[in-house]
C-alpha cells in the first residue's frame, strides 16, 4: 500500500482510537478497498467493525435495508442511496460511525446523468445528520476507485473533526 493510503489509515484510527469509535463501511464500486486499506493498519481490530460489500442491488437491499423504493426513484449511484447505505451499515453493525460509497468506476455503466467518475459518499454518526457528496473523478477504473477511496476517509476525518467527544 502507498503511503498516502496508510497515512490515512493511521490518521482514521488515531481519530477513532481518541473517541472510542469503531467504523463500518458500506462499498459499492471500490469492492471493499476502504476495508483493504484500513485493515492493513496494525491495531485496526480496536476502531474497524465490519465492512459490507453491496455490489448488487439485492446486496445494498438485504445487507443494509437500502429501500426498493429509492434504488428505483433514484439509481443505485445517488445521494439517496449511499444515505441509505451509511445508516444500513450503522443499523447492521456495532459500530458509531460508518462510511458509504457507490459510483460509475467505468470503463461502462454511465450514462448522461451519471458519467463514468460520479461516486457518491455518504459519512453518518449515531444519532446525528447524515453528511453526502456527490464527485466526478477522472482517469481509468482503478483511479477512480482509488480517488474515492481516499475521498471517503478524508471525509470520515472531517466527520470525524467535529466528533470531539465520546458519545
Known amino acids: 500500500m502507498d503511503s498516502e ?3 490515512l489509515s493511521e ?3 488515531a481519530a477513532l482510537n481518541a473517541r472510542k469509535l469503531m467504523l463500518a463501511c458500506a462499498e459499492s464500486c471500490t469492492g471493499g478497498w476502504v476495508a483493504e486499506v484500513v485493515t492493513a493498519t496494525a491495531g485496526s481490530s480496536g476502531w474497524f467493525e465490519r465492512g459490507f460489500v453491496t ?3 439485492s446486496a445494498k437491499q438485504e445487507m443494509l435495508g437500502v429501500r426498493s423504493e429509492t434504488l428505483a426513484q433514484h439509481g443505485a449511484v445517488s445521494l439517496e442511496t449511499a444515505r441509505e447505505m451509511a445508516l444500513g451499515a450503522l443499523t447492521h453493525s456495532h ?5 458509504a460509497i457507490t459510483g460509475v468506476a467505468g470503463p461502462g455503466g454511465g450514462s448522461p446523468g451519471k458519467p463514468v467518475g460520479t461516486v ?3 459519512w453518518c454518526r449515531a444519532n446525528t445528520p447524515v453528511v453526502n457528496e456527490t464527485r466526478c473523478f477522472s482517469g481509468d477504473r482503478e483511479a477512480i476507485r482509488r480517488q474515492a477511496v481516499v475521498h471517503s476517509l478524508n471525509g470520515l476525518l ?3 473533526e467535529t466528533a470531539k467527544t465520546v458519545p
Do not use: D, K, T
Open 5 to 7: 493510503l496508510s497515512g
Open 11 to 13: 490518521a482514521v484510527g
Open 55 to 57: 455490489y448488487s442491488n
Open 95 to 99: 459500530a458509531q460511525i460508518a462510511l
Open 120 to 122: 457518491c459518499f455518504a
Open 158 to 160: 472531517a466527520l470525524l
